[in-house]
């Protein structure tokens, strides 16, 4: 069956969630473009996002997302990764839900946990406790997350392609953002 997207879809969640992979099966599955704020923001500052929260601190890397994710909202309509963090900032939800549709995907902790320990490549998580760091951002995001237009629930045993299906599936229930050509 043929799609026909209406407006940017918005993969918001925790690191580890799965947004860029599964970001990438929604936009192949749809047959439009897919974009990753984050490699946006590495790309206009030439370096890492972990280098950018260490030399310039995490408040200016949020001022750039937001710009970034601002300027991809204008583009054509597409499937969008963004960071862990930018949904927690009110006024990406806001941009996010006037010009896209924000799609949680909620995996739970372990499976997060799972995913991201053997990583160094997360900034927020170069504690002494990843971990506990991890369950603290967690416990403070998923509430924030829960105001997302869609949510979809991960599984451990769901492969990237099962929960792209799975998105596809609940964005057939808004046909603002997608109906069937």
């Known amino acids: 069956m043929g799609w026909k997207l209406r407006k940017s879809v918005v993969m918001v969640g925790m690191m580890g969630a799965g947004k860029t992979a599964v970001g990438k099966a929604v936009a192949q599955i749809l047959g439009v473009g ?10 206009a500052a030439n370096m890492t996002i972990a280098e950018i929260f260490a030399r310039d601190g995490e408040d200016f890397f949020r001022q750039k997302e937001r710009q970034v994710i601002a300027r991809l909202l204008e583009e054509a309509p597409a499937i969008l990764s963004t960071g862990g963090g930018a949904y927690m900032a009110e006024g990406n939800r806001a941009l996010i839900s006037s010009r896209g549709v924000a799609v949680w995907l909620d995996a739970d902790l372990d499976l997060l946990w799972s995913r991201v320990r053997h990583r160094d490549t997360r900034p927020l998580l170069k504690t002494p406790d990843p971990r506990a760091t991890l369950r603290q951002l967690y416990e403070t995001r998923v509430p924030i997350y829960a105001l997302s237009d869609l949510s979809v629930k991960a599984q451990a045993d769901y492969s990237v392609h099962d929960m792209a299906e799975k998105v596809v599936e609940a964005l057939t229930a808004r046909p603002d953002v997608l109906e069937a050509k």
């Open 34 to 43: 897919f974009r990753d704020s984050d490699a946006e923001i590495e790309a």
